[in-house]
């Protein structure tokens, strides 16, 4: 592959992960309802990214005595600051040396659209990823919003139309906000599982194929690892979500090298790139003293590095709900 293949090579690369990611962004976010959005931003600059509101204030309404006179103890207007993490991504060397098109007279366009044809994907899949560790850890650590029943038995362990009614039930009169349920695989089998044993005496669907909650909320199945907690027996965490529930932005800093080298009985060329992306929580703040900067999958999956600020747990991303 010549210099000016090379330049070829890391144009079309650029060009289509850009276009891959920004179709596949599209399309999660109309998936999901928008309770996971994920988007292009302009730039974030620095390791975090503040946003500044006003808090709700508590007590702001009283009880009047028009015959009574005397001070009445006042309250604060008080602001209160979101913070968005900056989260580092990158891939490693990718070997691709030049006789590998060059030998089979293939234009090095294709290798291009090969590795942005599956880095797009892996992309999203990992800002997915990040979102919904973040979001379990942050959910799981807040009662009001978390529900426990992996301790039950005859199926009041599992993932349920009983359990989800339960678990929506801990947003009160805003349970109507959960846009969607974000599920590992193996508890949503256990839902269809009884849902075809159970047709007649739980809830009538057309078809067996469940996609939605009994109140038609739709079940986004994805294997994300932070969905799982390993023991024995093995749980999961379900998360029911609300509207913007989690923010993940992609930046503009991606960045592609192609590194050429001497030395071997072939002449050798990698490539690798690097990119990052903003992410915050509805009604949580990243913490920057105990998350710190540049954080590691485990930081972000810790739940006291995500601070309420919301005053209502209403106000909070949505629920957890943790079964068999």
């Known amino acids: 592959m010549s210099l000016n293949n090379v330049a070829v090579f890391n144009r079309y690369t650029y060009r289509t992960v850009s276009e891959v990611v920004a179709q596949q962004l599209e399309l999660f976010n109309a998936a999901t309802r928008g309770a996971i959005i994920l988007r292009s931003a302009s730039d974030n600059d620095g390791d975090f990214s503040d946003a500044t509101f006003w808090q709700l204030m508590a007590g702001a309404i009283r009880r009047r005595d028009p015959y009574a006179s005397g001070a009445v103890a006042g309250i604060d207007l008080q602001m209160l600051v979101d913070t968005m993490v900056k989260i580092a991504g990158g891939t490693p060397p990718i070997n691709i040396p030049p006789v590998m098109f060059d030998w089979i007279g293939h234009n090095p366009e294709e290798g291009a659209a090969v590795i942005a044809l599956q880095l797009g994907p892996l992309m999203v899949q990992d800002m997915l990823n990040t979102a919904v560790a973040a979001l379990a850890a942050a959910l799981s650590n807040q009662a ?21 009614v339960l678990a929506k039930q801990k947003l009160g009169d805003r349970s109507g906000a959960i846009a969607a349920w974000v599920v590992h695989s193996k508890p949503m089998h256990n839902y269809w599982s009884g849902a075809v044993a159970n047709a007649s005496q739980l809830f009538t669907y057309g078809t067996v194929a469940v996609v939605s909650d009994p109140f038609g909320v739709p079940f986004i199945m994805s294997d994300v690892p932070a969905l799982v907690v390993a023991g024995s027996p093995t ?10 529930a989690a923010l993940v932005e992609r930046n503009t800093d991606f960045t592609q090298n192609i590194d050429t080298r001497n030395g071997d009985e072939n002449i050798l060329r990698t490539y690798q790139a690097e990119w990052s992306y903003n992410m915050g929580l509805k009604g949580f703040t990243w913490d920057k003293t105990n998350g710190g900067k540049a954080p590691t999958a485990a930081t972000i999956a810790t739940g006291t590095n995500w601070d309420k600020t919301a005053t209502s747990w209403k106000d909070l991303a949505g629920v957890a709900l943790r079964t068999q």
């Not at 009001?144 to 359990?163: C, I, K, M, R």
């Not at 749980?235 to 913007?244: A, R």
């Open 235 to 244: 749980d999961y965490i379900s998360l029911g979500l609300v509207p913007g």
């Open 144 to 164: 009001a919003n978390f529900l426990d029943v992996s301790g039950g038995s005859g199926g009041a362990e599992l993932f349920s139309p009983t359990n989800i």
